[in-house]
């Protein structure tokens, strides 16, 4: 067992501390909001921290899952932020999503500074953070991921190296792109359906399990179908046009033409529009239907 800190505490993070206490690591959570750390230790028990660097001190490992690259920078370079706290030889694992840049930038740091660094995004939203069922794609050097897969594999169901620092991001940004193009895909098919008068859960039956089978449509067909996005556990669209805007940036400086991710971020912004920035991912049918 480990000693680890785990910085923030929202939808995703919140539960991925809660495992790694369950599991026996000595656990000390920190969040912005201090009541949020709070209700954490009541339900789990550990401890929690001031700050960043009071969390991180004396720990083997500490993760963190934040907002963006700003967020990232304020809790781990800021006053009070987890760097100023890393013992030598320990090992940062970040779980937020974010830009390459900031991973290299950070991985340089910590490199500085006597300490390892790993970049580690996640796939499967809340419901995959719960369920400890998380995908998580690392950016690193193979001693560090070695370290860090058996702590981070009590909340993951898959975990694969990619290459060194700054790798794990870039995968990430390959996932979002991916599911933009796959999302706004099944919103026009099962539109297509309702509108040629099909019944759109019996169209799913017959399609899910052959070519147009997908992880998107096994899991939220029927949310597209019923049109109600505001009370479920998927991925808001507010967080997927930051991710968006992380690959379109990033595609610009590589070079790379994403049409497909342009067009449907431009999407998102209508949405958006309507009042659905908390809305999942999935919610993009509501510009083809008439419930707008």
Not at 117 to 145: H, K, R, T, W, Y
Not at 189 to 218: H, P, T
Not at 269 to 287: C, I, N, Y
Request: glycine content about 14%; aromatic content about 8%.
């Amino acid at each position: 067992m480990a000693k680890v800190a785990f910085i923030g505490l929202g939808v995703m993070g919140y539960p991925m501390a809660g495992y790694l206490q369950k599991a026996g690591h000595d656990t000390t959570v920190y969040n912005r909001t201090a009541a949020k750390a709070e209700k954490w230790v009541a339900e789990y028990g550990g401890a929690m921290a001031d700050t960043p660097q009071a969390a991180a001190e004396g720990c083997d490992f500490v993760m963190a899952c934040v907002g963006n690259d700003d967020d990232l920078r304020s809790v781990t370079t800021g006053e009070g932020g987890a760097f100023h706290g890393m013992k030598a030889g320990a090992i940062f694992v970040d779980h937020t999503t974010a830009s390459a840049s900031v991973a290299r930038e950070l991985g340089e740091k910590a490199a500085e500074m006597g300490f390892r660094f790993v970049d580690a995004p996640i796939s499967g939203g809340q419901a995959g953070a719960e369920n400890g069922q998380l995908a998580i794609m690392c950016g690193g050097s193979e001693a560090d991921f070695a370290k860090a897969e058996p702590i981070m594999d009590v909340y993951a169901k898959a975990i694969t190296l990619i290459g060194e620092v700054g790798a794990g991001q870039t995968c990430k940004m390959v996932n979002q792109i991916c599911i933009a193009g796959l999302v706004q895909a099944l919103s026009e098919g099962l539109e297509f359906a309702n509108k040629a008068g099909l019944d759109g859960r019996k169209v799913v039956e017959a399609i899910s399990g052959g070519a147009a089978g997908s992880w998107q449509m096994s899991n939220r067909f029927e949310w597209v179908l019923d049109g109600d996005f505001q009370d479920n556990k998927g991925f808001a669209v507010d967080w997927m046009r930051k991710d968006l805007g992380i690959c379109l940036e990033e595609a610009e400086r590589i070079g790379a033409d994403l049409p497909v991710a342009k067009t449907v971020d431009g999407y998102y912004a209508e949405v958006q529009a309507m009042g659905g920035g908390r809305w999942d991912t999935s919610s993009l049918v509501m510009r083809l239907n008439d419930k707008k």
